[in-house]
């Protein structure tokens, strides 16, 4: 599916699908925390599972002061919004957080269960990646699931390199070099 991106300035970025429906992706903010809370409630186990790599039903008041008000010296987070005809709905969220030697960062990212498969994910990804180049970090990775197919082949398909964690073997780690990369 092709769209549309129109970027309104730095920070919001609204993408029009051929078929009508209108996405915007913006820095996840404080006042999000209900709509936060919301989405993290209404993904399935599984997708908790895979984002989480455990088991939660939602996000307690600690992870959610943290999730909704990064550090933005040291963080990203992206949401990814549904703009339907009355409402706005969190589809999607992406952040990374930059290592202590401001040389990479880890990723997390996740789609609400209703919007995978339709491309989103690697939208989310690309958009990180973009962030992390602008930062000019060196590298970007993420710890996956070996039972998350999903993940794993859409790091691979945006030139993510795997191996497996040494100190956990249930994780993969996927990992893409910057430098020269264009996303």
């Known amino acids: 599916m092709e769209d ?3 970027v309104d300035n730095a920070n919001t970025e609204k ?3 051929d078929d009508g429906e209108k996405f915007i992706l913006r820095h996840m903010a404080h006042g999000d ?3 936060e809370q919301k989405f993290v409630r209404k993904l399935s186990v599984e997708s ?3 984002r989480f790599h455990g088991s939660i039903k939602e996000l307690n008041k600690e992870d959610l002061e943290r999730f909704t008000n990064p550090d933005p ?4 987070a992206l949401i990814m919004l549904y703009k339907g005809e009355s409402l706005e709905e969190e589809i999607g969220v992406a952040r990374f957080i930059i290592d202590a030697d401001d040389e990479g960062c880890e990723f997390a990212i996740v789609v ?3 919007w995978q498969n339709r491309g989103l994910g690697a939208k989310l990804m690309k958009a990180l990646i973009n962030h992390a180049q602008a930062r000019e970090l060196k590298r970007i990775y993420g710890s996956v699931l070996k039972d998350n197919p999903g993940m794993l082949q859409l790091a691979k398909g945006l030139g993510f390199e795997e191996t497996t964690d040494p100190d956990d073997s249930s994780l993969i780690l996927v990992t893409k070099h910057l430098r020269d990369s264009l996303g």
């Open 73 to 76: 010296l040291n963080e990203e």
């Open 4 to 6: 549309q991106i129109m």
């Open 15 to 17: 993408w029009d699908f």
């Open 48 to 50: 908790r599972y895979l």
């Open 112 to 114: 609400a269960d209703e």
């Open 33 to 35: 925390a209900t709509m």
